[in-house]
């Protein structure tokens, strides 16, 4: 390709709503150019980029044995509310109508389109097992579409799904598009780590997220350095300590605490770590009526260190909460503590609640909690003596740096990251919901055991330049790079040697079969050079009238500090040399 044919439109400045450095980059290199909010055209450098994704992501799909199709981006709302997903999925389906005023969904994900295909089409046994992918635009409808192409409302997105006989089978085809997934990231050549997740709303009991490390990822990877353990901040546990509960060796006191509602502020009145607090956090749960309507409440009370975070998901777990719950209203924290927020704690409280105690928190000693009084806390607080032992013990808590790994090799650390892909063993919560069985051995029908495995197609390009970029631009990886090679001849328009050796050199690697753009712009220096390093082209070769001379050229890698000289016969080998490295 020649830079003259193609369409460069990189920009001095970035919009002012670019928050994180992909949409900053990818927007100033002409990779993206905004529609709407969440909404992006794919400008040809970046089409390019997705285009070697999307290629790397077929081979590897294909070499494990899936096979590709296509499904509707408009799909007949039918299919999701047979499966229970078109009210349950909230506003971020997107919901449409005909002129018929038949109701469409503009497709997230293609669970239930997939699912029957294969009620129609997978009878027997003798087929299975099947796996059928599509690379297909998907769109949410994000209420807060940020960071570029990171959060945005369409995107493109590759969906598999695999369909077995039984457990065994749909437990294997997982594990396949496991080693699938991983060969596919290491093409890519970022820095990722898989790690155990929790399956969310999409369902199912067996799950792993594909996260790019980067520094600004929304994300929290938990891993331990000495072992293979790595899961994601919902995921990670947080093992109760070792040993027996310290025996009490304070009274309980009723301590003044004047103005002081949080376990931090009053650590620091009273002088004492914030570990020794213990904070209260008031849930409820719903029951209902036929018609919708609350009919029963039921307050609960967690207590967790005065440090540590309650973890959303695995509260949803618990016995009790795992249908669902809500934070308590103002009034029924009152009616059961008999005192506002900010003082609450598990003694003399007015209604009975139900109580779960972090795991941490059920083998402390002393501890401090709220009197159940404005302006007062309690200290010295002890399981047994002062309060009857937690009936309700469970891992509540977010991880934190420090804390022992699961599987006892080590301590855990945490770093950041992005989610670019995620595999999910199903089992049958779809094909029972939609009734999808196939004819087993023994002629009696069987639910599909199904497995769903995704990556983010237009998600990877935002999050290789939050890996990988500096000051200046895009550092792409070679496997990714829009272009692998660019040739940028400094005065072609004024020079017929090095218009003759930019040609020649640029015709000698295209043979070759290496990605290369020819800059005949003739665009000044400077300009060039900036134009291609925020692009961020990984192999540059530059040719000059005086490097000609000595029968040199230059060239340098998006990531060296200076160029190096090169016998202009040999730089076609040195280039293949480095791609190969």
């Known amino acids: 390709m020649k830079a003259s044919q193609f369409l460069i439109t990189t920009l001095k400045e970035a919009p002012a709503d670019a928050e994180v450095a992909s949409h900053r980059l990818m927007t100033r290199a002409g990779m993206v150019r905004k529609l709407g909010a969440g909404i992006y055209n794919y400008m040809p450098m970046g089409l390019r980029v997705i285009r070697k994704i999307e290629a790397i992501v077929r081979e590897e799909m294909n070499r494990a044995g899936a096979v590709e199709m296509t499904m509707p981006v408009i799909q007949p709302a039918e299919y999701w509310q047979e499966s229970g997903r078109f009210e349950k999925m909230g506003p971020e389906l997107l919901r449409i109508k005909d002129r018929h005023d038949r109701d469409f969904v503009v497709q997230p994900t293609s669970e239930e389109v997939v699912t029957d295909v294969a009620r129609q089409e997978l009878r027997s046994y003798k087929q299975l097992p099947r796996n059928l992918y599509q690379i297909q635009t998907k769109f949410r409808d994000e209420r807060r579409p940020r960071f570029g192409l990171m959060r945005g409302r369409e995107f493109i997105m590759k969906d598999a799904y695999s369909f077995d006989r039984d457990e065994a089978g749909a437990k294997a085809s997982y594990q396949v598009m496991g080693a699938a997934y991983r060969r596919i990231f290491d093409r890519f050549g970022l820095r990722y780590r898989a790690v155990a997740a929790d399956s969310g709303a999409i369902g199912g009991d067996l799950s792993e997220e594909f996260q790019v490390?980067?520094?600004?990822?929304?994300?929290?990877?938990?891993?331990?350095?000495?072992?293979d353990y790595a899961a994601n901040m919902e995921k990670a546990e947080a093992l109760a300590p070792a040993g027996p509960r310290p025996a009490p060796s304070n009274p309980l006191v009723r301590t003044p605490t004047p103005g002081k509602s949080t376990c931090a502020e009053v650590a620091a009145l009273l002088g004492v770590p914030l570990a020794t607090t213990v904070k209260s956090?008031?849930?409820?749960?719903?029951?209902?009526?036929?018609?919708?309507?609350?009919?029963?409440?039921?307050?609960?009370?967690?207590?967790?260190?005065?440090?540590?975070d309650m973890n959303e998901v695995k509260v949803g777990k618990v016995p009790g909460l795992d249908q669902g719950y809500r934070f308590a209203t103002v009034p029924e924290i009152e009616a059961h503590f008999g005192c506002k927020p900010?003082?609450?704690?598990?003694?003399?409280?007015?209604?009975?609640?139900?109580?779960?105690?972090?795991?941490?928190?059920?083998?402390?000693?002393?501890?401090?909690?709220?009197?159940?009084?404005?302006d007062v806390h309690l200290t010295g607080v002890n399981w047994g003596r002062d309060l009857p032992e937690p009936d309700q013990v469970a891992d509540i808590r977010n991880v934190v740096e420090g804390d022992p790994s699961p599987d006892g090799k080590g301590r855990l650390a945490i770093e950041r990251g992005i989610?670019?892909?995620?595999?999910?063993?199903?089992?049958?919560?779809?094909?029972?919901?939609?009734?999808?069985t196939f004819l087993d051995?023994?002629?009696?029908?069987?639910?599909?055991?199904?497995?769903?495995?995704?990556?983010?197609?237009?998600?990877?390009?935002?999050?290789?330049?939050?890996?990988?970029?500096?000051?200046?631009?895009?550092?792409?990886?070679?496997?990714?790079?829009?272009?692998?090679?660019?040739?940028?001849?400094?005065?072609?328009?004024?020079?017929?040697?090095?218009?003759?050796?930019?040609?020649?050199?640029?015709?000698?690697?295209l043979n070759d079969g290496v990605d290369v753009i020819l800059d005949?712009?003739?665009?000044?220096p400077g300009a060039m050079f900036a134009d291609w390093e925020l692009i961020g082209v990984p192999h540059r070769i530059t040719i000059g009238d005086r490097g000609l001379k000595a029968g040199e050229v230059e060239y340098q890698h998006r990531r060296d500090s200076a160029p190096t000289a090169v016998k202009l016969a040999d730089i076609v080998a040195h280039v293949k040399g480095r791609l190969q490295a």
């Open 213 to 227: 490390i980067a520094a600004t990822g929304e994300d929290a990877i938990v891993y331990c350095p000495h072992s």
């Open 281 to 308: 956090l008031v849930l409820a749960t719903d029951t209902l009526n036929e018609a919708g309507e609350v009919v029963k409440s039921q307050v609960w009370l967690l207590l967790l260190r005065g440090d540590h």
């Open 342 to 374: 900010g003082y609450l704690g598990p003694i003399g409280l007015k209604q009975p609640v139900k109580l779960v105690v972090d795991r941490e928190v059920a083998v402390m000693a002393d501890w401090i909690c709220g009197g159940n009084e404005v």
């Open 419 to 436: 989610e670019v892909g995620h595999v999910f063993y199903l089992g049958t919560k779809y094909s029972k919901g939609m009734n999808a």
């Open 441 to 509: 051995e023994d002629g009696k029908p069987k639910h599909f055991e199904m497995g769903c495995y995704g990556i983010g197609i237009t998600r990877l390009p935002a999050a290789a330049i939050e890996q990988n970029h500096d000051e200046r631009g895009i550092i792409w990886p070679d496997a990714i790079a829009p272009f692998t090679v660019v040739v940028c001849p400094i005065g072609m328009d004024r020079s017929a040697e090095v218009k003759a050796a930019a040609d020649n050199l640029y015709m000698q690697l």
């Open 520 to 524: 005949d712009r003739g665009e000044r």
